[in-house]
């Protein structure tokens, strides 16, 4: 019974957790540390009922989707609540509920309406897990949606700084219009289908009982791509990220970079490349150069910051400018190194903003000039905070090279890209700056002579502290010297997307191959 529920379970539970850290407020003997106490619990349910999805989910079954669920929701629509993972969603739920309880943890101290706190992040956690696993348009746009209100109050309420509240409507606003977007793309979807379900769309396209014209399908991809776009975010759409990251609380950031981003490229793989194949190759040219001006913009900012934790939010621009190289390689290596790319961020800047974080509790500034020899009185903080850096940069036998080499390996023998080696070598770069900006970053903050004497005194990281980093930095060894399960699990989905790209018809400079000239094609309306 469970496994025939599992998804809905994972969705539910966390959702349960916030009713009953509501609830609680009521009680007569409440006390502020149940409320940490509840979420904490209910999140750490949800991530060991996630690892269910592991045990169902061999590569040999990863081909469609599995734990389906499929009931009938508005009739009169023809909307249905639908839900499963494959290969592509499966890995990204368990980073979902790997990284709130990480987060709740690292909100342990947390005063400031710690019931509202705890009940938004576990809100939040069932809508993220919602969009990773919705089957239907329709559902997938409203946990697309919902999942913008908790983070909106988690910067807006908690945030640390002065522009927390201008950072906040900046972050709802981007976000909310992109998805007006996506919603006109969906309705446009359901017209000429008759449904909003995802795998019956797809199995018309594949059939070809009913195809999109080129003009439909280039006004149908530009609409889901700026929604996504905006929540990767791609450049220059990215304005509203710097701010976000820089004033939310440090649960807020882990969210946001580790899981929030990663919803637009599961977007732009789940959607945009599985449903308009001949708009994508037509877009790849732009696409791929949005993404190399990314990365290096990203790099090269992030090297000039005077403050960690704006520099960190910078490199998620430029990370995050691989996995869209990445996906419009179109080829498997590339492909594969973008959604292995997406839980190596998660894990990587998720783990960077922890450690931030932490430094920020003590100092109460987070400018690098205000630091430096954190190695002297902080031996635990400088070991973790250098190895998820190196993780970031993209050391070997760390998580990050394997995705950036898989990606940079993808774009060299894509032939979806003209002159592959110089875009090639243009992402490499990032590579370089990444080293440059966290090792200089590195050098002023943990190493050499304490240079401030409020630091010669602080105190190194607790047992819960550690705690919460341990499991992530391990993450970073496992992933980076053998990748093979999470590889093999979403080899299957990815090519299933892969090969709709390449047998479609026309756009950039890859060779058409043929198709069925009997199908009919919905003129544009």
Known sequence: MLQQNLISALILLPFIGALATAA????????????????????????A????LIRGGEPSMLSGFIFEENRAWIESIGARYHVGVDGISLWLVILTTLLVPISILASWKIEKRPLAFFMFMLLLESAMIG???????????????????????????????????????KFFLYTAVGSL??????????????TFDYPSILSAMRAGTVTLSARAEFWLFLAFALAFAIKVPVFPLHTWLPDAHTEAPTAGSVILAGILLKMGTYGLLRFNLALFPNAARDFAPMMVT????????????AMVQPDVKRLVAYSSVSHMGFVILGLFSFTEQGMQGALYQMLNHGVSTGALFLIVGMIYE?????????????????????TFFVIASLSSIGLPALNG?????????????????????????????????????????????????????ENAHLKDLNARERGLLV???????????????????????????????????????????????????????
């Not at 009922?49 to 269910?52: A, E, I, P, R, W």
């Not at 940079?408 to 440059?436: C, K, N």
């Open 24 to 47: 609680h407020g009521f009680a007569p003997y409440r006390r502020p540390t149940h409320y940490r106490w509840i979420a904490l619990g209910f999140s750490l349910a949800t991530f």
């Open 362 to 382: 003590r100092r109460h500034t987070r400018l690098i000039s205000e630091f430096g020899g954190l190695a002297h009185p902080m031996p635990w903080f400088s």
């Open 290 to 301: 949005l993404a190399i001006i990314g990365i290096i913009y990203g790099a090269l900012v």
């Open 49 to 52: 009922l996630s690892l269910l």
């Open 401 to 453: 090279f394997v995705g950036e080499f898989l990606v940079l390996l993808g774009t060299w023998l894509s032939d979806s890209i003209r002159h592959p080696w110089v875009v090639t070598m243009l992402a490499a770069t990032g590579v370089i700056f990444a080293a440059v900006y966290l090792l200089w970053m590195l050098q002023r903050v943990v190493f050499g002579p304490v240079t401030n004497e």
């Open 471 to 525: 499991p992530l930095l391990v993450l970073m060894v496992v992933m980076g010297v053998y990748p093979k399960p999470f590889l093999s699990r979403s080899r299957d989905s990815v090519l299933e997307v892969r090969e709709r790209i390449m047998l479609a018809k026309g756009g950039g400079s890859v060779a058409a191959k043929p198709t069925d000239s009997t199908t009919t094609r919905v003129a544009a309306r």
């Open 131 to 169: 969009v990773f696993v919705s089957l239907d348009l329709l559902v997938f746009y409203l946990f697309f949606e919902a999942s913008l209100v908790p983070m909106f109050f988690l910067i807006g309420v908690w945030g640390s700084g002065e522009r927390r509240i201008y950072a906040a409507v």
């Open 181 to 194: 977007l996506m919603l006109v793309g969906i309705i446009a979807l359901y017209y000429f289908y008759g």
